[in-house]
Structures are given as C-alpha cells and as structure tokens.
C-alpha cells in the first residue's frame, strides 16, 4: 500500500518537531517536505535530525519553493499569516490541509472557509482527543445547568505563546454559548481590572495565564450557589496535539474538498 505523503509547514518549531516525530511513528504515513520561512536558518537541516529522529533525507526549504514539492497532506503549525500562504499553495495544488494554528480573526476564517470549497481541510484549535471529549462534556454541563450558575474559562500556556484567550478556550466558550443559546461575540468577558460592578450571570469571562513552560492546560468552572463544577484538561506532552494532527492528516487525504473539524476525524459528530 502506498504511503500518504505528509509536508510539515513550521517544521522547525515547537510542534514542528513533535509533528516530524509523530509522523515518523504513525502508519501509512510518510514525510515527503519541511517547510520553514525562507530567511529561517534551518533552512537546510534534514528535518528527522532537527526533531531527535534519524535523518530522513527531507531537508527543510523555504515556504516559498513549496508548490515545487509533491505531497497529499500539509500541516500547518505556524502563525495566521504564514498559514494563509500556505492555504493558497494547497488550493493551488489540489493538496488537503490540517490546520492547528490559532489566532485567526474574523477575515482570515472566512478565507479559510473560501479554500474548503476547493480543498478537504481540517482546522481546529486543538487536536488531543482529551480536549475534543472535553467539549462534549462541557456542551453536556452547559445544557444541565443552564442559567442557574456562573461560567469561567481559565487556560494557561507557556510564556512563549502569543495569542490571548488559546484557540481552545475560544471554542470551549463557543460551546457553551452555543449550548446556552448565547452568542460569544455579545456573552464574553476577557479579564477584568478597576470597578467591574457585579457579575452579570449571563456573561463568559475568560482568564488567561502565561508562565514558563506549561504545555497547554483548561479548566471551564460552572459556578452556582453551594457548589460548583470544574471540568479540566491538562496536557502534559504536545506528543498528544502531533499525534492527534497525524490522525487527522490520514483521514483528511483524499476526502471531498470541505470544512472538517477533530470531532469528524475522531467520530465524536
Ligand atoms: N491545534 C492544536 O492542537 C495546537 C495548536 N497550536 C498552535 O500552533 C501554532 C504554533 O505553535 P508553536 O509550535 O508553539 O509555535 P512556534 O513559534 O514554536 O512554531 C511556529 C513555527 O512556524 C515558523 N514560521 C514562521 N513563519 C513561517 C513561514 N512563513 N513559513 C513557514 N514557517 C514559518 C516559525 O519560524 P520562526 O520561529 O523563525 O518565526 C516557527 O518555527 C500556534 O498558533 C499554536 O497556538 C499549538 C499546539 C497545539
Ligand atoms: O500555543 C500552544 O502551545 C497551544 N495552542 C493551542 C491553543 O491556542 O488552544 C492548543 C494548545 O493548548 C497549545
């Protein structure tokens, strides 16, 4: 059987190199190309070596030399920006893409939305299946509880991490918005300072912490009065986003072009 050939765009880095590693371990997968910015000085460097694997014979090129690389799959772990060139590439060339960057605004999801009807996709802020079990859980905890309590949305990230609330925050809150009847847009709360006032039930607050090298980790608190409910995920390894990307990868390759989320990828629709 022939394998998938994977690209990596972002290879060099922190999920980067989790991602060559975990497509190194997984079936029917195979590296075919490494991407990285074209000023990066690892353009070069055989990907397998940059990550602690054997030397793959992939050595990392230059974003802007990917149309000349063959591959069925892109993953992209980089910024919004980068991550749009390389959507335009894959539409250009008829590849699929997985998609865990996070920050995009508003434009930049349409654009996304725009690709799908040319490509299959799958784009989501957080691949672990932990967290995309957690949402269920959360839409299950939004419905039961209702009204009657208080929401919060805490995440804490690394001190490298430059976007704030964590794509995975923002769609915990979308769930429970969407489980309650809210729109986030016009519910949520980010942070608070000076004279708030009392908390308005009806609002999602958000929390955000940045220290050291805390993987990723949530905690949605469902305060009522006489008790309150907590539910977590810590990640301890970002093995669990890369392995979950690669799960993501072989199903996506191949598929009618499309919109897809972890949920279709893991079967939790
Ligand atoms: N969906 C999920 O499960 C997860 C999502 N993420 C998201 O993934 C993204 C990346 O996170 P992380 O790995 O920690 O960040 P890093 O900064 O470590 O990695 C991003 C990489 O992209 C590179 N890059 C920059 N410009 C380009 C370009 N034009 N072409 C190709 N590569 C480029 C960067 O190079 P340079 O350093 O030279 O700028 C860097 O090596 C973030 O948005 C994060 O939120 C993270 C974990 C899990
Ligand atoms: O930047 C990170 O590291 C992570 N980003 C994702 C997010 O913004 O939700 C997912 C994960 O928590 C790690």
Redesign the pocket.
């Known amino acids: 059987m022939s394998h998938i050939k994977v690209a990596i765009n972002g290879a060099g880095g922190r999920m980067g190199r989790n991602l060559v590693s975990a497509c190194v371990a997984a079936d029917g997968l195979s590296l075919s190309a490494a991407f990285e910015a074209a000023d990066s000085p690892f353009i070069g460097t055989d990907a397998g070596s940059l990550a602690g694997e054997q030397a793959l014979d992939v050595a990392i090129a230059a974003a802007d030399t990917r149309r000349d690389h063959a591959f069925d799959v892109l993953v992209d772990f980089t910024r919004p920006e980068p991550s749009l060139v390389a959507l335009a590439d894959c539409r250009a060339m008829g590849a699929a893409m997985v998609i865990g960057t996070?920050g995009f605004d508003e434009a930049q999801i349409a654009e996304i939305d725009a690709a799908a009807g040319d490509i299959p996709l799958v784009f989501a802020?957080?691949m672990s299946a932990g967290v995309n079990l957690t949402l269920k859980l959360l839409e299950m905890a939004a419905r039961a509880l209702g009204d009657t309590v208080d929401i919060e949305i805490i995440e804490a990230?690394?001190r490298h991490?430059v976007?704030a609330p964590?794509?995975?925050?923002l769609k915990m809150g979308e769930v429970v918005a969407g489980a309650l009847g809210r729109n986030l847009d016009d519910c949520a709360v980010y942070g608070r300072e000076g004279h708030t006032g009392e908390r308005d039930r009806k609002t999602i607050g958000f929390e955000t912490i940045r220290a050291g090298d805390i993987?990723?980790e949530h905690t949605v608190l469902f305060a009522g009065d006489g008790e309150r409910l907590e539910i977590s995920h810590k990640?301890s390894s970002r093995t669990t986003?890369a392995s979950g990307a690669m799960r993501a990868a072989a199903w996506v390759a191949g598929r009618a072009p499309g919109r897809y989320d972890m949920p279709d990828v893991l079967g939790l629709r």
Do not use: I, Q
């Open positions: 996070t802020p957080n990230h690394h991490k976007d964590s794509g995975t925050a993987v990723g990640a986003f």
